[in-house]
């Protein structure tokens, strides 16, 4: 296994300095490996509030450095991206503004590489409630809808990532995940086309950079359960309606990574009627009918469950509709080109 000398820790952020005054701090005060220079690389989304203001004060009683950088196209990616130039860690540990990291975060991720032949590193995103949920939302099924609130908790033993596991619903996510950073630049980066694009809830960076990873043979992974971070839930997120606005821009996502969740297709042969691929008629088809045999049921989980996901395909025809059938390829350039060497709802 190659040693880790270096770690890069990489925020980006809009528009949070008051939750980013606590990250970093929570940061600074976590234990660092013996003999592993640490940075940590914050990229300001053209924010309007004071957060580089923030960022210089931490920095000046800062124990390790922490340098600030500016990227003015909107979207997680291009912040992502950014990051990834300017980082000189062996390993680049992602985490959110809104995240307060456990004192041994980087140690855990820090021994996984050292120990593991492993190209990426991820652990738990445990939750700090802006108010209590419903706790319906807190029972293995509730778990399952967990997207909306960026949460991740897949048990309390360590899983193994590999080509034979590739498991589309068990990814990591970017509040709590960690790279080689030879591998993120062997694929190129993050493609800008994903990642809260001018504020949207398009997302989706943080797992289609997985599927070029197995496609270049480069998808070897640890889930290592100690290595946690606790993320800012606001009460705005225990809603149905945010649940459902979130599935619609996920659907939408899902619509711009169909050759990514594919890669096996010829999108050329696919038959398309209005811009969608034409077996999308039938799975929405037996979407709805799931959920028209929900209602009245009186098991309100399950209900809002089929209704998210009716939802989530109605949102992917819609995208499809957007591009005019323009989902089969990878968009070109969308990685950002060149690097150099994101209970049941009230």
């Given at each position: 296994?190659?040693?880790?000398?270096?770690?890069?820790?990489?925020?980006?952020?809009?528009?949070?300095?008051?939750?980013?005054?606590?990250?970093?701090?929570?940061?600074?005060?976590?234990?660092?490996?013996?003999?592993?220079?640490?940075?940590?690389?914050?990229?300001?989304?053209?924010?309007?509030?004071?957060?580089?203001?923030?960022i210089?004060?931490?920095?000046?009683?800062?124990?390790?450095?922490?340098?600030?950088?500016?990227?003015?196209?909107?979207?997680?990616?291009?912040?992502?991206?950014?990051?990834?130039?300017?980082?000189?860690?062996?390993?680049?540990?992602l985490?959110?503004?809104?995240v307060?990291?456990d004192?041994?975060?980087?140690?855990?991720?820090?021994?996984?590489?050292?120990?593991?032949?492993?190209?990426?590193?991820?652990?738990?995103?445990?939750?700090?409630?802006?108010?209590?949920?419903?706790?319906?939302?807190?029972?293995?099924?509730?778990?399952?809808?967990?997207?909306?609130?960026?949460?991740?908790?897949?048990?309390?033993?360590?899983?193994?990532?590999?080509?034979?596991?590739?498991?589309?619903?068990?990814?990591?996510?970017?509040?709590?995940?960690?790279?080689?950073?030879?591998?993120?630049?062997?694929?190129?980066?993050?493609?800008?086309?994903?990642?809260?694009?001018?504020?949207?809830?398009i997302?989706?960076?943080?797992?289609?950079?997985?599927?070029?990873?197995?496609?270049?043979?480069?998808?070897?992974?640890?889930?290592?359960?100690?290595?946690?971070?606790h993320?800012?839930?606001?009460?705005?997120?225990?809603?149905?309606?945010?649940?459902?606005?979130?599935?619609?821009?996920?659907?939408?996502?899902?619509?711009?990574?169909?050759?990514?969740?594919?890669?096996?297709?010829?999108?050329?042969r696919?038959?398309?009627?209005?811009?969608?691929?034409?077996?999308?008629?039938?799975?929405?088809?037996?979407?709805t009918?799931?959920?028209?045999?929900?209602l009245?049921?009186?098991?309100?989980?399950?209900?809002?469950?089929?209704?998210?996901?009716?939802?989530?395909?109605?949102?992917?025809?819609?995208?499809?509709?957007?591009?005019?059938?323009?989902?089969?390829?990878?968009?070109?350039?969308?990685?950002?080109?060149?690097?150099?060497?994101?209970?049941?709802?009230?």
């Amino acid at each position: 296994m190659t040693p880790v000398r270096s770690v890069s820790v990489l925020i980006c952020t809009y528009n949070r300095a008051g939750f980013l005054r606590d990250s970093l701090g929570a940061l600074l005060s976590a234990s660092r490996p013996p003999r592993v220079a640490v940075e940590v690389v914050v990229v300001d989304n053209r924010s309007t509030d004071d957060t580089r203001a923030v960022i210089e004060e931490v920095a000046a009683g800062s124990p390790v450095p922490i340098r600030y950088a500016l990227e003015t196209r909107q979207g997680k990616s291009f912040a992502l991206n950014h990051g990834l130039r300017v980082a000189a860690g062996d390993v680049l540990a992602l985490t959110d503004d809104d995240v307060l990291i456990d004192p041994e975060w980087i140690v855990r991720l820090v021994d996984a590489f050292e120990s593991r032949d492993i190209t990426f590193a991820c652990g738990k995103v445990l939750p700090r409630w802006g108010t209590l949920p419903p706790p319906e939302l807190l029972t293995r099924r509730g778990r399952d809808m967990w997207g909306p609130l960026a949460l991740v908790d897949y048990g309390d033993d360590p899983l193994t990532y590999d080509e034979e596991t590739f498991a589309w619903r068990q990814l990591p996510i970017g509040a709590n995940l960690a790279f080689r950073r030879e591998a993120v630049h062997a694929v190129g980066g993050w493609r800008t086309d994903l990642g809260k694009i001018n504020n949207t809830l398009i997302s989706g960076e943080d797992h289609e950079i997985f599927f070029r990873l197995s496609r270049t043979g480069l998808f070897r992974g640890l889930y290592e359960p100690r290595a946690v971070v606790h993320h800012h839930v606001p009460a705005g997120r225990l809603t149905r309606r945010y649940f459902r606005r979130w599935f619609f821009w996920h659907g939408r996502t899902l619509a711009r990574m169909n050759s990514a969740i594919h890669p096996h297709l010829d999108w050329s042969r696919v038959r398309h009627i209005a811009g969608v691929p034409r077996y999308m008629y039938r799975i929405l088809l037996t979407q709805t009918w799931r959920w028209l045999r929900r209602l009245g049921s009186g098991d309100a989980l399950a209900l809002l469950s089929e209704e998210v996901r009716l939802i989530e395909h109605l949102g992917y025809f819609a995208e499809c509709w957007r591009l005019g059938g323009r989902t089969a390829a990878e968009p070109a350039g969308t990685a950002g080109g060149p690097v150099v060497r994101e209970g049941v709802p009230a």
